[in-house]
């Protein structure tokens, strides 16, 4: 895969990348919203039958919500991430390959969760989440094994914290499968755990951080 892409060529710019990530979640962010949209017969509607449909709407809002908000996830850990590196390898390009495989289908995926409030639909909607996941992850661990790409080495307790983020998603991702098969309708609630990671994170860097700190000459 590495020479596929690179053609051997071992040190690569990281600007046509972080250009080509830019771009894949501006799409995929934008194309969520298509499913938001009221029926058709909606144009002479009365201010009630306008409020019951979008009422309706309303499992839909929610599962753009959450769609987005895993994609801003993904596309501000990335940011961050490259924000360490010099350069690119091939590796580090096909793992990033690999997260925006993820978030293009992130509009499909989400589609089908509206639609269907099925176990299949969630486990869709989850796998895609976790293919975006497995790619990030791999992307943050070359990056922190590997310092000669980097500007700055990826420090040990910033690793740690995102790796945090990230297996926390898809520990999330995964809950919400079953769920998805006991309370059809209701799984993508498991996703507001996500708010709870940012702060387990914080906590997870902090540790690792004093840890790290060579403790004062006595």
Known sequence: MEDMITGGTPQLGKHRIEALVDGIFAVAMTLLVI???????????TQAELAEALAGLAPTFFSWVVSFIVLAI???GNHRLYSYVRHSDGRLLAYTMLSLAGASLMPFASAINNQFASQLAQLVYSSVM?????????VA???????????????RATWRATMVRILGLILVAAVAVP????????????FLLLFALNPVSRAVAR???ARNTPAPAS
Do not use: K, Y
């Not at 661990?141 to 420090?155: E, G, S, V, W």
């Not at 769920?179 to 498991?190: H, I, Q």
């Open 130 to 138: 976790i293919v975006m996941a497995a790619g990030a992850l791999l």
């Open 35 to 45: 499913e938001l949209r009221l029926p058709e017969h909606l144009h002479h509607a």
């Open 207 to 209: 540790r690792a951080a």
């Open 179 to 190: 769920l998805a098969g006991l309370f059809p309708g209701s799984a993508n609630f498991a």
């Open 74 to 76: 993904f596309w501000t």
């Open 141 to 155: 661990t070359h990056i922190h094994r590997n310092p000669q790409l980097c500007a700055q080495p990826l420090d």
